[in-house]
């Protein structure tokens, strides 16, 4: 089974918190498709401010494939450390990049991912409703 999953990531400075929203289309039906969003402040991943909220809508986004026995999973994002450091292109140089690194490796022995760069605020309509789920999310 293919999905396709529009991440991304938030901060909210007021509020010290991060937030994540993903749009996940499984057999890539985006009539009605499964919106996730979440948010934390974890005083470990609250340094890294809206990177923490975009690597959490990748992890997000790999559970709910696999809860949906997703064998192949495109991945539509917008930072662009979520394929760099997945694909090793960039060392992870904390715990908490490396966490992330661990957990592409693990997902990839259920499912083949691949990384689709998209413009942020460009008008990508998925792109622009996870972004809003993700904002909402840590205010």
Not at 40 to 45: A, K, Q, S, V, Y
Not at 82 to 99: G, L, Y
Request: aromatic share 12%.
């Amino acid at each position: 089974m293919n999905a396709t999953a529009y991440v991304d990531g938030s901060y909210n400075s007021v509020t010290k918190t991060y937030g994540w929203g993903v749009i996940m289309g499984i057999d890539d039906d985006f009539d009605d498709p499964i919106r996730i969003a979440g948010s934390d402040c974890n005083p470990e991943l609250i340094q890294h401010r809206n990177v923490a909220g975009e690597i959490m809508a990748v992890f997000e986004a790999l559970k709910c494939a696999r809860t949906n026995r997703v064998t192949r999973l495109s991945i539509y994002y917008d930072y662009a450390g979520i394929e760099k450091w997945a694909t090793r292109e960039w060392r992870a140089k904390c715990k908490f990049t490396q966490w992330y690194q661990n957990q592409i490796t693990i997902a990839e022995e259920y499912m083949y991912i691949e990384f689709h760069k998209v413009e942020a605020h460009s008008g990508d309509k998925w792109n622009e409703e996870a972004d809003k789920l993700a904002k909402l999310a840590c205010s």
